[in-house]
């Protein structure tokens, strides 16, 4: 399977580097030497080039390289806008994939909130991330904002147990989240930082 991914991953970027855009540091923005990006993904340094996607000087042969790729490939030069934030249902051409994502996304954190919010503070660091607290948007008992890639800013929303109510997890995307990643992708985005965050909650 390893090799799916990474044969994957390097037909899209011979993709992207067929036609490379002047301006894609820009777009992505990364820094450019070279050949080379260097940005932030997934909560590590990244180094992306035409040999192959990198993170931590380690050559990425799964999913997440493949979804860097991506990136790489479908980002446009706009700017974020974050609001007015959609669900992954409000997003256009999303309804194939709503039930998947709502899984990944959301219900398999809900037995770690209470865990997430204590180590909120490391969470949001490791994402270059902001807490949400007095933003537009932030709701529940506590609320941030993580970037697994630098266009695509996830804005969680937390609500711990109680005696009347169970915790519960929202994700909500950008406005114009599909200018940087196709659909699929974003849930697919979703599913590993999710991973990330309740490894990072947890350990």
Do not use: W
Not at 122 to 150: V, W
């Amino acid at each position: 399977m390893a090799d799916q991914f990474l044969e994957t991953q390097m037909n899209y970027l011979k993709e992207l580097y067929k036609q490379c855009p002047d301006d894609l540091e820009d777009r992505m923005l990364a820094t450019r030497k070279n050949d080379a990006f260097y940005f932030q993904a997934f909560g590590e340094p990244c180094c992306l080039s035409s040999e192959g996607i990198f993170l931590n000087g380690e050559k990425v042969t799964g999913p997440v390289g493949v979804l860097i790729a991506l990136y790489a490939l479908n980002v446009h030069n706009d700017a974020v806008q974050l609001y007015p934030l959609n669900s992954f249902q409000q997003i256009m051409g999303s309804r194939a994939y709503r039930s998947a994502s709502n899984s990944f996304s959301e219900k398999n954190m809900i037995p770690h909130v209470i865990s997430i919010q204590s180590r909120k503070e490391k969470i949001i660091s490791f994402f270059d991330g902001s807490d949400n607290a007095g933003k537009e948007g932030g709701r529940g008992d506590f609320s941030f904002t993580l970037y697994p890639l630098p266009k695509v800013p996830l804005f969680y929303n937390f609500y711990l147990p109680d005696e009347e109510f169970s915790a519960s997890v929202t994700c909500l995307y950008a406005a114009n989240a599909k200018s940087f990643l196709p659909v699929d992708t974003i849930g697919d985005v979703t599913e590993f930082t999710g991973r990330k965050i309740i490894e990072l909650a947890t350990s």
